[in-house]
C-alpha cells in the first residue's frame, strides 16, 4: 500500500481545511486508516482513525468535535475535514494504513506528510 497526502496549506484560525489521502493497493478496502500529525519539536501523536467498513471512528480529545474523518473505498481515498482550526493544529499530517484501527504508531504503512499552518 502506498499513500499520498495532499490538502494542506495556511489558513487563518477558525478556517477550515480538507486533508485528502489516496492510496494504491488492493488491500485499501479491507485496512484501516488514520492521521497523525507533528509540530516542530514535539512527538508524532495520533489524530484519527477509520475502521475499513467506516462502521467506527476515533478521535484525539484535541480534536474531537472540530475534525471529521471518512473515506471512499471506490475512490481509495480517506479525508480528514478540518474545521475551526487552531494555531495549536499547525503540523505535518501524516497518513497511515494498516490491518487494525489503533491510536499508536504501530500502523504498517505511512505516506509523506502534508504540512498545515494556522495563523492566529
Known amino acids: 500500500v502506498q499513500l499520498q497526502a495532499s490538502g494542506g496549506g495556511l489558513v487563518q484560525a477558525g478556517g477550515s481545511l480538507r486533508l485528502s489521502c489516496a492510496a494504491s493497493g488492493r488491500a485499501f478496502s479491507t485496512y484501516a486508516m488514520g492521521w497523525f500529525r507533528q509540530a516542530p519539536g514535539k512527538e508524532r501523536e495520533f489524530v484519527s482513525a477509520i475502521t475499513w467498513s467506516a462502521g467506527s471512528t476515533s478521535y484525539a480529545d484535541s480534536v474531537k468535535g472540530r475534525f471529521t474523518i471518512s473515506r471512499d473505498n471506490a475512490k481509495n481515498t480517506v479525508y480528514l475535514q478540518m474545521n475551526n482550526l487552531k494555531p495549536e493544529d499547525t503540523a505535518v499530517y501524516y497518513c497511515?494504513?494498516?490491518?487494525?484501527?489503533?491510536?499508536?504508531?504501530?500502523?504498517?504503512?505511512w505516506g509523506q506528510g502534508t504540512q498545515v499552518t494556522v495563523s492566529s
Open positions: 497511515v494504513a494498516g490491518p487494525l484501527m489503533r491510536s499508536d504508531k504501530l500502523y504498517p504503512y
